[in-house]
């Protein structure tokens, strides 16, 4: 049998799946832990990255967090965008109102596909390659979409790159 979670502010019974907030050795909601103004790591990549299994639930339990749903969005675009198929019809809605479309753009896509990600996304090795191949065919207009969806994790590998890559990609 499923174990349901009671929240310690409100004390209303929760999901198992429901992934609750400790404050003061407590176990809060997500829904009182905004109210509280507790900051909670939403998702917590297991070996495989950040799967749709736990995308969906993150995405459903915080659907009326604005924040929340924007810092997934921008942290795992592609798990996100593949896991908003799976909600329900007016959770699509809430979504489709505060992003617009949740499609990625063309250009996106096109760029995922030359880094070549693996289940755990796009990581550091696959950046620096991209750069590396940027800086060797000449290609400011890869560094420019690297920067553009990529930027947060492009300056934290720009400590790992030879300094020529560094320079072209303006780091």
Do not use: W
């Not at 299994?53 to 967090?65: F, L």
């Amino acid at each position: 049998m499923a174990q349901v979670k009671r929240c310690a502010v409100c004390g209303k019974f929760q999901k198992s799946t429901t992934i609750m907030v400790k404050h003061n050795d407590k176990e809060v909601c997500p829904v009182c832990a905004a109210k509280l103004n507790i900051a909670q790591e939403v998702i917590t990549p297991g070996k495989k990255g950040v799967t749709k299994h736990q995308m969906i639930p993150a995405i459903k339990n915080n659907i009326d967090n604005v924040e929340v749903l924007k810092k997934l969005a921008k942290d795992y675009p592609t798990i996100f965008n593949g896991s908003v198929r799976y909600l329900h019809k007016a959770e699509k809605e809430k979504i489709s109102e505060i992003f617009g479309s949740t499609e990625i753009s063309q250009e996106q896509a096109n760029l995922i596909k030359r880094l070549n990600p693996n289940r755990k996304g796009i990581t550091y090795h696959q950046i620096i390659n991209a750069v590396k191949e940027a800086t060797t065919n000449n290609d400011k207009n890869m560094i420019t979409l690297i920067k553009k969806y990529y930027n947060d994790l492009l300056n934290k590998c720009a400590k790992y790159m030879k300094k020529e890559y560094r320079v072209f990609a303006e780091v």
